[in-house]
């Protein structure tokens, strides 16, 4: 059973467009949000976290709103660039747990 | 560079041979994972040690045997590996647990199964 769905499976943009990724959960026990984000040939890296009492976070030009009611979130990359290329996978953990629910990813690729 | 060291990056085994994935940090972080990532998938949770105890094991087949030496290493143990247990297989660790201690990955070991 999927926890966490996240839409798109993959995305091109062009430099300095604004990509968004969606997530969506259905567990409400989970209470922390993080983003990842994977170079090819490296390990996930955090990029940005939020918590579900706040609606939303910026982080530099990565963005993460957040709609409690709906059970869904989303990563916003203003002004996009080349080197933002990577796979984003958004996650989910509940309380002080050590099992992050991870989405599916999303592989975005900036063209120049 | 990561502050997780995974070695080796790359290996390539038979699936009579034993081998061994090694991790290492000095963040003196308490807990350490093992997961596995397949090619465009998310990282699945094997195994966690908390304070060099194991804690969870994500009813993990047998041919992968893990090992935490001491608070800084983790060791993975592979014997009579299947050729669909190609992957990556990514050490993380963390502080401790929950929102206030995100995972650190390694970059990896890149595992080919024949």
């Known amino acids: 059973q999927q926890q966490v769905k996240q839409s798109p499976q993959s995305l091109i943009v062009q430099k300095g467009g604004i990509p968004i990724i969606n997530c969506a959960y259905e567990n409400t026990a989970f209470d922390y949000f993080p983003w990842y984000q994977q170079f090819p040939g490296k390990g996930p890296a955090l990029l940005i976290a939020i918590r579900p009492d706040v609606s939303e976070k910026k982080e530099g030009r990565f963005t993460i709103s957040f709609n409690k009611s709906a059970k869904q979130f989303s990563l916003h990359i203003m002004d996009s660039q080349p080197g933002d290329s990577a796979t984003y996978f958004c996650a989910a953990l509940k309380g002080s747990g050590s099992r992050l629910t991870f989405g599916e990813g999303t592989q975005l690729t900036v063209n120049p | 560079d990561t502050e997780v060291t995974q070695t080796p990056k790359h290996l390539v085994m038979g699936m009579t041979n034993k081998k061994s994935l090694k991790c290492e940090q000095h963040m003196g972080h308490r807990a350490m994972y093992w997961y596995k990532q397949k090619a465009k998938k998310p990282p699945e949770l094997m195994f966690v040690y908390s304070y060099e105890k194991l804690s969870i094991n994500e009813s993990v087949p047998s041919r992968f045997s893990p090992e935490c030496p001491n608070s800084s290493l983790l060791n993975l143990h592979l014997h009579a590996l299947q050729p669909e247990d190609s992957a990556l297989y990514l050490c993380?660790?963390?502080?401790?647990?929950?929102?206030?201690?995100?995972?650190?990955f390694g970059n990896g070991t890149r595992l080919t199964v024949t």
């Open positions: 993380a660790s963390s502080q401790g647990w929950g929102e206030n201690s995100p995972l650190h």
